[in-house]
């Protein structure tokens, strides 16, 4: 069951309750989207302050188009994204990923980081190994996302 406060971000605010499938089609229509990756509150109790606070990021920077990731799809797509803790915010813009900020911040964090996420200042990418055609020894480059 999902809690009250993240449950209210779909029912009273409209947010898309995004699974796997539908995540793509989503974002695609979207100069900006803030995906929320809550995670279980019971283990992670920070999900519901950020539930809070989200709302209050939209007002702030109208341009994000917020959604919350279904819960059963989570661990899958927290994969494509490379975070590793929870609860967490994952920029993007259209398809491309931008920049990630996990568990609670100072309101003034938000108000520093996110404009420099979304004008791609975002030194914190999830780097995937790159095979150099000439060496043949790995390297690590930005995680692109793939066009469709």
């Not at 539930?51 to 494509?80: S, T």
């Not at 929870?86 to 900020?101: D, I, K, M, N, T």
């Not at 791609?120 to 150099?132: Q, T």
Request: charged share 20%; glycine share 8%.
């Amino acid at each position: 069951m999902i809690h009250p406060l993240i449950q209210r971000l779909t029912t009273t605010l409209g947010y898309p309750l995004l699974d796997a499938d539908g995540l793509d089609r989503q974002v695609r229509t979207q100069p900006f989207s803030v995906l929320f990756f809550a995670g279980d509150p019971q283990r992670f109790p920070e999900a519901l302050d950020v539930a809070v606070i989200l709302p209050e990021l939209v007002k702030a920077f109208p341009q994000l188009a917020p959604a919350l990731i279904a819960g059963a799809d989570e661990a899958r797509l927290q994969g494509r994204y490379g975070f590793s803790v929870w609860p967490s915010l994952v920029f993007l813009a259209g398809e491309r990923y931008l920049g990630c900020l996990s568990r609670v911040l100072d309101w003034g964090e938000y108000l520093e980081r996110i404009p420099a996420i979304l004008a791609g200042e975002n030194e914190d990418l999830p780097r995937i190994p790159v095979l150099s055609p000439e060496s043949g020894t790995p390297s690590c480059s930005p995680m692109e996302t793939s066009e469709s």
